[in-house]
C-alpha cells in the first residue's frame, strides 16, 4: 500500500498560488488539508476542485488572520507540514507601508513560525519571491546570482518599492525564528507567477499581464522580468516539502527578461490584443 500522505496546512489557501498549491497537492494524493484563509474572503472554489469533496478527503477550511496567533495556531494544530503562502501584495502604492505590507508581512510569519513549532510540524516551506533575491545592485557583474544575494532594502526604499521590502524581511525573520529554534524550513523564491485563475478575483501578479494586453503604456525601459507558471510553482512547493534533502532558498523561474522582450513575446502569443508597440520594441 501506498504510504499515507502526512496533513498539511496552507495559508492563504484561495490566493492564486495557494489555490493551485491545493490543487496540486489534492491530485498528489494529500487526504487532510487545513485551507487558512483571510476571515470573510471566499474560499468557494476550492471545494469545485476535483477531489475536495471525495469521502476520503478532508479539506477543512479555517479563518485565520496571519496576525491572529490564536486562529493561525488552530489552523496549524494536527498538521505535519505548513506551506505558508498568505502574504499583502497589491500593484496599488500602499499609504503605510509598514501597515499595509512590513508588518503583516513579518509578523505574520512569525506567528505561522511559532504554530508550527508550538505544534511540532515537521517542515516549513516559506514561500518567499524572487523581490527578496534581487536588486542587489552590489552583486558582482561578473557572478551569477545564487542563493546568497539578498534584496538591497535601502535601494527599494529609495525607490518606494516596499513589496520586495516586506518580502526580504519576512524571510530574514523567518531563517532567524528558525535558526533560533531548530526548525526544519525551506524557502521557494517564485518569479512572477502567471496561469489560469482558479479564485474568482485577478490577483497582482496576472494583473501586469492584464495591463499590457490593455495596451499599457508604461515601458518599463528598466524593468526586467522573471516570470514562472503557477503550476510549476505548486509542484516545486510540495517538491521541497516531500525531499528530505531540501534546505535552503530555491529559485523558482521559467527565465529572466527584460520587460519590452516578455511585451514582445506576449504580442506574438496573443495578436488580437492591443499591445502598445512602445512597450514591445
Known amino acids: 500500500m501506498a504510504k499515507q500522505k502526512e496533513a498539511v496546512c496552507v495559508t492563504g489557501a484561495n490566493g492564486f498560488i495557494g489555490s493551485w498549491l491545493v490543487r496540486t497537492l489534492l491530485d498528489q494524493g494529500y487526504t487532510k488539508i487545513h485551507a487558512s484563509i483571510y476571515p470573510g474572503s471566499d474560499p468557494s472554489h476550492l471545494l469545485e476542485i476535483p477531489g475536495a469533496t471525495d469521502a476520503s478527503v478532508s479539506l477543512e477550511v479555517f479563518e485565520a488572520d496571519v496576525l491572529d496567533h490564536d486562529a493561525i495556531c488552530k489552523a496549524v494544530e494536527g498538521c505535519q507540514g505548513v506551506f505558508h503562502v498568505a502574504s499583502p501584495c497589491t500593484l496599488e502604492d500602499p499609504k503605510d507601508p509598514q501597515e499595509e505590507l512590513v508588518m503583516p508581512a513579518v509578523q505574520g510569519t512569525l506567528n505561522v513560525l511559532e504554530a508550527a513549532k508550538k505544534f511540532k510540524v515537521r517542515r516549513v516551506v516559506v514561500t518567499s519571491s524572487i523581490s527578496a533575491l534581487v536588486p542587489n545592485p552590489s552583486w558582482p557583474r561578473e557572478k551569477v546570482f545564487d542563493e ?134
Open 148 to 281: 546568497s544575494s539578498w534584496t538591497d532594502l535601502d535601494s527599494c526604499k529609495s525607490r518606494q518599492k516596499w513589496y520586495p521590502v516586506s518580502k526580504t524581511l519576512a524571510e530574514k525573520a523567518a531563517w532567524e525564528f528558525a535558526g533560533r529554534n531548530g526548525m526544519d524550513v525551506v524557502a521557494i523564491h517564485p518569479a512572477t507567477c502567471l496561469g489560469p485563475l482558479l479564485q474568482p478575483a485577478l490577483n497582482a501578479s496576472c494583473a501586469v499581464l492584464q495591463q499590457l494586453l490593455q495596451g499599457s503604456r508604461d515601458t518599463q525601459e528598466y524593468h526586467w522580468l522573471g516570470a514562472v507558471h503557477v503550476r510549476d510553482v505548486a509542484r516545486a512547493q510540495v517538491l521541497l516539502f516531500e525531499t528530505p534533502t531540501a534546505s535552503g532558498r530555491y529559485l523558482c523561474t521559467n527565465g529572466i527578461y527584460q520587460f519590452g522582450d516578455f511585451a514582445a513575446t506576449v504580442s506574438r502569443l496573443f495578436p488580437e490584443f492591443p499591445l502598445h508597440r512602445a512597450c514591445c520594441f
